[in-house]
């Protein structure tokens, strides 16, 4: 069955320290696609990145950065130099076409980040 | 601009009574899902929809209804079935009615028991 792991339930740092948020997933099949979604406190969740099962180059968005490794079954999440603005709680989500059934996403609980100045 | 609107942003119910919340969408996605959420707690799935006229129960579907009579809506009756309907919801939507493009929300609506 298909899964997504976060771990790490509340993550607090102080300003401009570098976090890293992991994400372990589930699934047998060999075509899925990886998603990290953020969640301010307004509520509105707001997509940062998708990833395919066949592309495993790391990306770097500003001071964003994902590390995707299939050997391991990670998807990890990290922000470089954090700020207040940060803080939020980020989802980590699998889509995959398991027996041809890729109509919904999979969450994770998400992991809650506090950004301290 | 293109995007999906969840109405109202906040809503108090009374015990006992049925109420509705509206999500929309002007993005031309075919499928649309309703999640809960509940404080620090994840999201769950209450229905979708891929399709007019369509639609699949998630994995909280108790309680609730949905109707999906325009491409563009899929609203949400929380029923007086519903024993704990005091949460956050959220609306989202994705093209061709595969997730595998990650989904676009709406902005929520905080639905509180009174």
């Known amino acids: 069955a298909q899964k997504v792991t976060q771990a790490q339930t509340e993550i607090s740092v102080v300003e401009k320290e570098d976090v890293t948020l992991d994400c372990v997933y589930e699934?047998?099949?060999?075509?899925?696609?990886l998603f990290w979604y953020k969640q301010p406190p307004s509520g509105e969740l707001v997509f940062l990145i998708r990833?395919?099962?066949?592309d495993e180059q790391n990306e770097i968005s500003g001071r964003y950065s994902w590390n995707f490794q299939k050997s391991t079954s990670s998807f990890n999440f990290t922000i470089t130099a954090s700020q207040v603005v940060d803080s939020a709680v980020y989802f980590c989500?699998?889509?995959?076409?398991?027996?041809?059934?890729?109509?919904?996403?999979?969450w994770g609980l998400g992991t809650s980040l506090a950004v301290n100045p | 601009d293109g995007g999906i609107t969840q109405s109202p942003k906040y809503l108090f119910r009374k015990e006992g009574q049925n109420v509705t919340l509206s999500c929309e969408q002007n993005?031309?996605?075919?499928?649309m899902y309703w999640y809960r959420q509940d404080p620090g707690q994840g999201l769950r799935l209450i229905y979708y929809?891929?399709?007019?006229?369509?639609?699949q129960k998630g994995d909280i579907a108790e309680g609730y209804s949905v109707s999906r009579e325009k491409k563009e809506s899929f609203p949400l009756t929380v029923t007086s079935a519903q024993k704990n309907p005091t949460a956050f919801y959220l609306c989202?939507?994705?093209?061709?009615?595969?997730?595998?493009?990650?989904?676009?929300f709406g902005s929520g609506t905080r639905l509180t028991v009174v």
């Open positions: 989202a939507s994705t093209p061709r009615g595969t997730a595998n493009y990650g989904y676009t």
């Open positions: 990833r395919n099962s066949f």
């Open positions: 993005l031309n996605h075919d499928a």
């Open positions: 929809s891929q399709i007019v006229n369509d639609f």
């Open positions: 699934t047998r099949d060999t075509t899925y696609y």
């Open positions: 989500a699998l889509s995959d076409s398991g027996a041809g059934n890729n109509r919904k996403l999979i």
